[in-house]
């Protein structure tokens, strides 16, 4: 009896072992989040045990105004620096993709990917020694959410260069010679017939900045000024005293926040993508008809 | 002397124009003249420089040195949007996020046309391409023979006093490409626009173009009409580019005012006109293979007779194509129009056949 439902499970085991390996990799991955988001609603300051379910600790949040001023604090950088870094880095992919010949465009193409592999922590430091000594020699710029845009815009300008050259690359040059043969000056051309062409490039930039910079902690930390700090920032500082629920609360919105970007920009690419399929295959099936119906004719 | 065209005044005049990319030289000393409401056409093989010398027409590349002449003009040193010339591209290059009507509306907004007028040109350009029922319709929903209808009509559309064409029908398919050439060349004859086009096809030059400059390494070899291209080549480049022909090299040995002979490694070619060249020059002899006869039998002529041995036959339903091997080896095409001389049907491999052609019929080439 015994040994044969230990087979059974045996059996079971193998049949659906990549399902299982699969669902372990997901706790894993999940199984944090889950628990924080399970007791943000948690009824009392347990850590270990769920007493019920209550809303009270984003009461709670509501009412805490360090936490309400971080959530709008990143929020207004995270905004700045989506817009700025799409803005910069179409600029430095335009540069990167367009002038394939000027002197250094290696070493630019590489300086302007660096901040992706660097170290944050040595970027905030070394932004950080940068600030103090500009702010001592013009008088700016104060530390506080100023620097941290500058320090999130570094950052967030890389990944937006890549998003938009692999777009830039891709896109039909001749298209923009069509325009200027049919009257367009150069910044018509731009506005006319290339931006409209790049335009899912730049969302998917943005959002892929914004939620950059709305998590990000490490390069806050160092820039940020004294009574200003990021939603990631009061968030990690309640938690070094010593955990409250509230904080699983604010840390749930957060990552509601950045999956919501996420998301949004997945969706987004896989959509031009799909978008790209369809019209590939709907070209060769016209082609296909118009070669029957010259067949057909002849 | 044959990069010079013979009139010296046209609508549209290139003169020594040179482009330069580093090492390469994409366009030499390039003169043409164009007069108004021709169709001509440039032709070579790829990376001539066909494309290049077009791109200067329409204002991307600046010459190195020399002038283009339109009306008088010169417009060498004007962007491509102030200049009265359009284009049509060899991938179409259509917006893809504008729909039909908006894509040939393109170039009249530009020039601040009243919308009132933008869309009775846009119907009219869309009606002379047939293709009204479409105008809402993004261009990766048309096949390529509708994207290539759109890009015309997009180019005719501002009324253009020059039209380019690179390479029109290079993205269609063959049998779709012969039906459009006419197509394309009756729209351009109703609609009165001078043409300059590139094609490295020699048929569509052929059967399109009122006249051909001929291009290789960035040098114009010839211009003339496709009858004068084809039937006199001046050099043997030339002739060998356009359609099959057979080349004897050989010298010049009798040379009178009226006949000449010229000795090949086969034998003595006879000419019925002088060549007005010293005895013993180097010459090459031309012979296009439809101007040879071919016969199992003696013919009843003397001169420009030879022999060889059948090695190939190509059947080509209208005609037959021969290739005989001579004595000492030397090969020559000969096509003979299927049904016309019985006697030919039995021609067969390994045949001993004699082959001829007419005094008046080759062509000297002195280069
Ligand atoms: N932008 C450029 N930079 C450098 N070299 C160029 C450039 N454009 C053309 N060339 C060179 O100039 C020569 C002529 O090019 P072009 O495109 O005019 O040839 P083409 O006759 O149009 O050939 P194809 O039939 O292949 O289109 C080529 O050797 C090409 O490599
Ligand atoms: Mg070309």
Redesign the interface.
């Known amino acids: 009896m015994k040994t044969s439902s230990s087979q059974a499970l045996l059996r079971l085991l193998q049949a659906h072992f990549g399902k299982l390996w699969l669902l372990v990799v997901y706790l894993f991955l999940y199984g944090p989040l889950l628990f924080l988001i399970l007791f943000s609603f948690n009824s009392t300051r347990q850590d270990a045990v769920f007493t019920g379910f209550s809303t009270r600790w984003y009461e709670a949040l509501l009412n805490d105004s360090r936490l309400v001023g971080g959530f709008f604090l990143s929020l207004k950088v995270a905004v700045i620096t989506g817009t700025l870094s799409t803005i910069l880095g179409t600029f430095a992919a335009f540069v990167l993709v367009r002038y394939q010949r000027f002197r250094g465009r290696s070493l630019f193409s590489g300086l302007v990917s660096a901040p992706l592999v660097m170290p944050e922590v040595i970027i905030g430091l070394s932004l950080l020694l940068l600030m103090v000594a500009v702010q001592h020699a013009i008088g700016w710029p104060e530390r506080g959410a100023t620097t941290i845009v500058l320090g999130h815009t570094l950052l967030g300008m890389a990944y937006a260069t890549v998003v938009v050259a692999a777009r830039l690359r891709e896109m039909d040059r001749t298209i923009e010679e069509a325009a200027m043969d049919l009257g367009c000056r150069p910044l018509q051309v731009f506005f006319l017939v290339t931006l409209p062409n790049i335009l899912p490039s730049l969302v998917a930039a943005w959002m892929l900045t914004f939620t950059l910079s709305f998590d990000d902690v490490v390069i806050s930390e160092f820039l940020s000024g004294p009574g200003v700090t990021t939603l990631p920032q009061v968030i990690f500082g309640y938690a070094r005293r010593g955990v409250n629920p509230s904080i699983y609360a604010a840390a749930t919105i957060l990552i509601l926040t950045v999956s919501t970007g996420i998301i949004a920009y997945s969706i987004l690419t896989m959509r031009a993508q799909r978008r790209r399929e369809r019209d590939a295959q709907a070209a060769v099936l016209a082609e296909i008809r118009s070669v029957e119906e010259n067949v057909g004719t002849a | 002397m044959n990069q010079h065209d013979s009139h010296p005044s046209g609508f549209l005049l290139t003169e020594n124009l040179v482009k330069r990319f580093d090492d390469v030289v994409a366009v030499d000393d390039v003169s043409i003249s164009i007069q108004k409401g021709e169709i001509f056409a440039l032709l070579g093989s790829s990376g001539c420089g066909k494309s290049t010398l077009l791109r200067i027409l ?3 590349e600046k010459p190195t040195a020399g002038r283009v002449l339109l009306n008088g003009l010169d417009i060498a040193s004007f ?3 102030e200049r009265p ?3 049509m ?1 060899q ?1 179409y ?5 504008l729909n039909i009507w908006d894509n040939v509306a ?2 009249l907004k ?2 601040g046309m009243p919308p009132a007028q933008i869309k009775t040109r846009v119907e009219e350009m869309l009606e002379l391409v047939q293709l009204t029922a479409y105008a809402k319709r993004k261009p ?7 994207q290539q209808r759109v890009a015309l009509a ?2 005719l559309a ?1 009324k253009p006093q020059l039209l380019l064409l690179d390479e029109p029908l290079g993205a269609l ?1 063959k ?2 490409r012969q ?1 459009t050439q006419f197509e394309l060349v009756h729209i351009i004859e109703s609609v009165g626009v001078t043409v300059v086009m590139v094609t490295h096809d020699q048929e569509e030059a052929m059967t399109m173009a009122s006249r051909i400059a001929v291009m290789s390494h960035g040098r114009v070899l010839q211009v003339g009409t496709p009858q004068e291209i084809y039937e006199c080549p001046t050099n043997r480049f030339v002739a060998d580019f356009i359609g099959n022909i057979n080349l004897f090299d050989g010298q010049l040995s009798v040379d009178e005012h009226d006949r000449s002979e010229i000795t090949i490694d086969q034998g003595v070619v006879h000419i019925d006109h002088g060549i007005g060249g010293s005895i013993g020059m180097p010459l090459t002899i031309a012979v296009r293979p439809e101007k040879i006869y071919i016969s199992k039998t003696r013919p009843n002529v003397n001169v420009n007779l030879f022999s060889g041995k059948v090695r190939e036959i190509g059947y080509f339903g209208s005609y037959s194509s021969f290739i005989v091997e001579m004595q000492d080896g030397r090969t020559v095409v000969v096509t003979e129009p299927n049904g016309s001389r019985l006697e030919n049907i039995d021609i067969t491999w390994d045949d001993r056949v004699f082959f001829w052609w007419d005094e008046a019929d080759p062509v000297v080439l002195t280069h």
């Open positions: 329409a204002g991307f962007p491509p949007y010339i359009n284009m591209f991938s290059a259509l917006f893809p996020h393109f170039g530009r020039e990766h929903q048309l096949s390529g023979g509708q997009r180019s501002k398919d049998k779709l039906r």
